[in-house]
T-cell receptor
Framework: GDSVTQMEGPVTLSEEAFLTINCTYT??????LFWYVQYPGEGLQLLLK?????DKGSNKGFEATYRKETTSFHLEKGSVQVSDSAVYFC????????????FGKGTKLTVNP | GAGVSQSPSNKVTEKGKDVELRCDPI?????LYWYRQRLGQGLEFLIY????????KSGLPSDRFSAERTGESVSTLTIQRTQQEDSAVYLC???????????FGPGTRLLVL
């Protein structure tokens, strides 16, 4: 079945550092791809998404490009802030019917001042 | 407008007891999903409701788990004869018909002693 693999955490960076969180997927067909974020003490929020190959999703300085040839959707940010500390989940949407989300295990990011 | 709400926010129960978790989706959202998030894991799909169609129950881990939805509103997830491995955060999400952006509630944290 469909699956998502994302880099193991935790990741610790200093403020203004460059961030990459790797995400690869296995799916039949052409899923939509998502990054969700869970800030401390808060619920899961959509960060960005891409619905077809070569699309780039972006939000709050974060970007991810849907790469069909490498089945990847890596999350990047050029300069992280302390407020970006959170758990980040990569996910794909099963377009076969229910459109349920299949999630990676999450990557915890801590940004130090 | 109001987001997805869930109750209770926390539930502690004894092994073998039944529990009922509630989800109120965003008004007008016809699709409703339940997911489970175990400690240190990604979210696992449990069940999906879409309007009056038969629910997709393919993610329910055992026959101790069941869910109902009244029309296009409230849903309840029931776990009978709870086991310690049922301890997790149970998340509900809703989306518009055919939409792909799922909006998540804050979750119910269940602890089975």
């Amino acid at each position: 079945g469909d699956s998502v693999t994302q880099m193991e955490g935790p990741v610790t960076l200093s403020e203004e550092a460059f961030l990459t969180i790797n995400c690869t997927y296995t799916a039949t067909g052409y899923p939509s791809l998502f990054w969700y974020v869970q800030y401390p003490g808060e619920g899961l929020q959509l960060l960005l998404k891409a619905t077809k190959a070569d699309d780039k999703g972006s939000n709050k300085g974060f970007e991810a490009t849907y790469r069909k040839e490498t089945t990847s959707f890596h999350l990047e940010k050029g300069s992280v802030q302390v407020s970006d500390s959170a758990v980040y989940f990569c996910a794909l949407s099963d377009r076969g019917g229910s459109e349920k989300l299949v999630f990676g295990k999450g990557t915890k990011l801590t940004v130090n001042p | 407008g109001a987001g997805v709400s869930q109750s209770p926010s926390n539930k502690v129960t004894e092994k073998g007891k039944d529990v009922e978790l509630r989800c109120d989706p965003i008004s007008g959202h016809t699709a409703l999903y339940w997911y489970r998030q175990r400690l240190g894991q990604g979210l696992e799909f449990l069940i999906y409701f879409q309007g009056n169609s038969a629910p997709d129950k393919s993610g329910l881990p055992s026959d101790r788990f069941s869910a109902e939805r009244t029309g296009e509103s409230v849903s309840t997830l029931t776990i009978q004869r709870t086991q310690q491995e049922d301890s997790a955060v149970y998340l509900c999400a809703s989306s518009t018909t055919g939409g792909e952006t799922q909006y998540f509630g804050p979750g119910t944290r269940l602890l089975v002693l």
